[in-house]
């Protein structure tokens, strides 16, 4: 399943791009949320490049059907790894989600819009179970879109503190 969202952060793409090669900022950030156990697993910065590899517990908010329970546990622990190209400010997200056979793929574009800056973010989700992938692909993209937009307003808050 594809599907796009976009954020619009109060500052432009240089100061949002600070912010998302921070990493106090993903732990700050996972805090906001609610997530637990969160650990930062590796971190690479470079000239151009910036890459990180977190890990983190979250609560499944999602509706999930009786026939899908054995597959969607409650609480699951999130991998993430988020990479930019500091020159081109385009970067990918790599989600997997562990004990479940689900990853996410997300290509990430910044740009500066006047005075603020656009992250535009465009996903694919994979649900790997025959049958009945594709309906836990929609339980689980409606889920990740609330979190996707707590992710964003804990950017939103947490930008204040980058000039």
């Known amino acids: 399943m ?3 969202e976009q954020n619009t952060h109060a ?3 240089e100061v949002v791009l600070k912010m998302f090669t ?3 900022y993903f732990i700050n950030k996972y805090k906001k949320v609610g997530a637990t ?3 930062q697993l590796e971190c690479r910065q470079a000239e151009h490049a910036f890459s990180i590899t977190t890990s983190r517990q979250v609560a499944v908010e999602a509706p999930v ?3 899908a329970k054995k ?3 409650d609480q699951i622990t999130i991998i993430q790894t988020d990479t930019w190209d500091l ?3 385009t970067g990918t997200l ?3 989600f562990k004990g479940i056979p689900v990853t996410i793929k997300c290509n990430m574009a910044l740009r500066d819009q006047g005075s603020e800056c656009i992250q535009d973010l465009n996903f694919t989700l994979k649900v790997s179970v025959p049958l009945i992938g594709a309906k836990l692909e929609q339980l689980l993209a409606d889920d990740l879109r609330q979190k996707f937009a707590a992710d964003a307003a804990a950017a939103r808050e947490l930008l204040k503190d980058y000039s």
């Open 2 to 4: 594809q599907y796009t």
């Open 11 to 13: 500052k432009n793409a």
């Open 71 to 73: 597959l969607v546990p």
């Open 65 to 67: 059907p009786a026939f």
């Open 87 to 89: 020159k081109s400010r």
């Open 37 to 39: 156990q969160i650990e």
């Open 94 to 96: 790599d989600i997997q």
């Open 22 to 24: 921070d990493p106090a």
